[in-house]
Nanobody
Framework: QVHLVEAGGGSVQIGGSLRLSCAAS????????MGWFREAPGKEREFVSS????????YYTNSVEGRFTISRDIRKNTIYLQMNVLKPEDTAVYYC????????????WGQGTLVTVSS
């Protein structure tokens, strides 16, 4: 069984930076893609960023383009989300997800890590 474990959340001031990580532990792991989603208070979970595992192509939602960077370390089965110039509207629980081989969508989720951006 593979588990996704996020780390790196916390509180930061407006304009600050945080780096999230998500490590896949357990069985050997080679997903189609991995990504980050977030859920703000009172809102639905939304897509933030994703990366194709084999070729490393990144994708971003418009609101984080240019501020967030997703990357992966294949040897460590880990993805990262570098978040810069953080805004209050980035406040949310951030979830890591994986689309495993054979799945049509993201089918494996982490427990989430809270990011709070305040003045």
């Amino acid at each position: 069984q593979v588990h996704l474990v996020e780390a790196g959340g916390g509180s930061v001031q407006i304009g600050g930076s945080l780096r999230l990580s998500c490590a896949a532990s357990g069985r050997p792991f080679s997903p189609v893609a991995m990504g980050w989603f977030r859920e703000a208070p009172g809102k639905e979970r939304e897509f933030v960023s994703s990366i194709r595992w084999s070729v490393g192509n990144p994708y971003y939602t418009n609101s984080v383009e240019g501020r967030f960077t997703i990357s992966r370390d294949i040897r460590k089965n880990t993805i990262y989300l570098q978040m810069n110039v953080l805004k209050p509207e980035d406040t949310a629980v951030y979830y890591c997800a994986a689309q495993r081989t054979g799945a049509q969508t993201y089918d494996l989720w982490g427990q989430g890590t809270l990011v709070t951006v305040s003045s």
